[in-house]
């Protein structure tokens, strides 16, 4: 059975930080293409980061949409079969529904909420 199972998201004061992650089964985690989402109200989802296969000179090659780069980052334990986002510096406009998603199954995460408020 595939599986994209969220961690909690959680409320965070803005300026803090986040670690989400996504345990990933069912699928060749580690020949997967994995991204991450969010969707606030409203809103249509938008793209957040990609993170590529580990390859074993150079390691993954990650992408970060604009309002991220520098602030968010993306990684991932092949072993575990998981993806993680690390959130800093976070602002009340990155609130909403975050999602992992596995390119190559097009398969989606169930979501998790993320509330940046004081």
């Known amino acids: 059975q595939v599986q994209l199972v969220e961690s909690e998201g959680g409320l965070v004061q803005p300026g803090g930080s986040l670690k989400l992650s996504c345990a990933v089964s069912?699928?060749?985690?580690?020949?997967?293409?994995m991204s991450w989402y969010y969707q606030a109200p409203g809103e249509q989802r938008k793209w957040v980061a990609s993170i590529d296969t580990t390859d074993i000179r150079s390691g993954a090659s990650t992408s970060y949409a604009n309002s991220e780069k520098g602030r968010f980052t993306i990684s991932r334990n092949d072993v575990r079969g998981i993806l993680f986002l690390q959130m800093d510096s976070l602002r009340p406009e990155d609130s909403g529904v975050y999602y992992c998603?596995?390119?190559?199954?097009?398969?989606w995460g169930q979501g998790t909420q993320v509330t940046v408020a004081a």
């Open positions: 998603k596995a390119r190559t199954y097009d398969l």
């Open positions: 069912g699928i060749p985690f580690s020949f997967e293409h």
